[in-house]
């Protein structure tokens, strides 16, 4: 047996190799900074090694914390492979085929995939006429009894969340009632619904009609303070920031800025995420929307909080190099996590692996 490496016991009789090695800190969330520290992973993931464990067996100059996530991708847009070696270990993707989701998410060597499945949304409503919207990414739903059958699908189809669409000004929307059925039908199944809101009053209304989760800062209007207060506590909001000019921010952009600001400033759970597949953004971990996190008020650790949304048991992430302080800009965290790699057991094991191409450069 080489040093550092176990036969630890699994669960009914299965057997899953334990390896010991050392880092020079580790993020936790909820726990924070520590390290140096000794540790050990397993196919369940990454923990502090006890004296059960096997010694360290190397030393990874650098930090671990837990596996990132992007949770807006569209991955028929965009090349999966690209956003692991870019530093993401999971995706979520929140419109597309879901048989060919299906398919990505048992792919070797992708972020883990959780897919919403197809866009919900009223006959002839946003995205169905859209070019960039690929065959069977969308699902008209003409009522609410095909809003139900219409959520089932997606879930036989492996769905963790769905997706509808309050985008009136784009076409036909989906009215109150079969909204209404859509959610009932998600929350029966235990899935939450996440929305793309766009126009006046559709941040209200998808308060109002308890959406879980919003895929973009509202970006329309300015919204109420006490409405803000209230989707805070009720809430959780994908940032999406860059999309909005990318390169050269937009007026929306200092319109979802200002709302995000004070949602973050209520207590509302901000959720990293970048529209991957819309417009020219990095492959990858994003520094333009972790630096407009920064602008919306999020420090340091509430940027790595934003970034692991989803607990991810098969990766760990690596970044080399000295950690930035605690109270180091946004501009410093995301130059920081440009050299995030993602890491398994077995690349604990093996050689280290190369580093991820530059981040900043747009995606072809
Ligand atoms: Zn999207």
């Not at 580790?26 to 520590?34: F, I, K, L, P, V």
């Not at 008209?140 to 492996?158: H, I, K």
């Amino acid at each position: 047996m080489t040093p550092g490496r176990a036969a630890a016991s699994g669960g009914a009789g299965r057997s899953a190799s334990a390896v010991g090695f050392s880092v020079d800190a580790r993020w936790e969330r909820g726990a924070g900074w520590s390290g140096p520290t000794a540790l050990v992973a397993t196919e369940r993931g990454v923990r502090p090694a006890t004296g059960a464990d096997p010694a360290p067996g190397r030393h990874l100059p650098g930090t671990v914390l837990p596996g990132l996530t992007d949770a807006h991708v569209h991955l028929a847009l965009v090349d999966p492979a690209a956003l692991r070696r870019g530093g993401l270990a999971a995706v979520d993707d929140l419109g597309g085929n879901p048989d060919v989701l299906a398919e990505l998410a048992r792919t070797p060597g992708l972020p883990v995939v959780r897919y919403a499945g197809a866009f919900l949304t009223a006959p002839g409503g946003y995205p169905s006429d859209r070019s960039w919207a690929p065959c069977g990414a969308v699902e008209e739903v003409a009522g609410p009894a095909p809003a139900v059958s219409a959520v089932d699908r997606q879930v036989a189809a492996g769905a963790s969340f769905l997706k509808v669409v309050l985008h009136p000004g784009a076409g036909p929307e989906l009215d109150d009632e079969t909204l209404g059925a859509i959610l009932t039908r998600a929350r029966a199944h235990g899935r939450p619904v996440v929305a793309h809101v766009e126009g006046e009053g559709q941040a209200r209304r998808a308060h109002e009609a308890r959406v879980d989760r919003l895929a973009h800062a509202p970006f329309t209007e300015r919204l109420p303070d006490d409405l803000v207060a209230a989707m805070a506590r009720a809430q959780q909001w994908i940032s999406t920031l860059d999309i909005h000019g990318w390169e050269s921010p937009t007026r929306e952009q200092d319109v979802a800025l200002d709302n995000l600001s004070r949602f973050a400033a209520a207590g509302g759970t901000v959720v990293y995420g970048t529209d991957q597949g819309n417009g020219p953004l990095p492959a990858g971990v994003d520094p333009r929307e972790l630096c407009a996190l920064g602008a919306a008020g999020l420090a340091a650790d509430d940027l790595l909080r934003a970034l692991t949304s989803t607990p991810v048991a098969t990766s760990t992430t690596y970044v080399p190099g000295p950690r930035p302080d605690p109270d180091a800009p946004p501009a410093a965290v995301a130059a920081w996590l440009a050299s995030a790699v993602v890491l398994t057991t077995s690349d604990l094991v093996g050689s280290p692996p190369p580093p991820p191409e530059p981040l900043g450069k747009a995606h072809p």
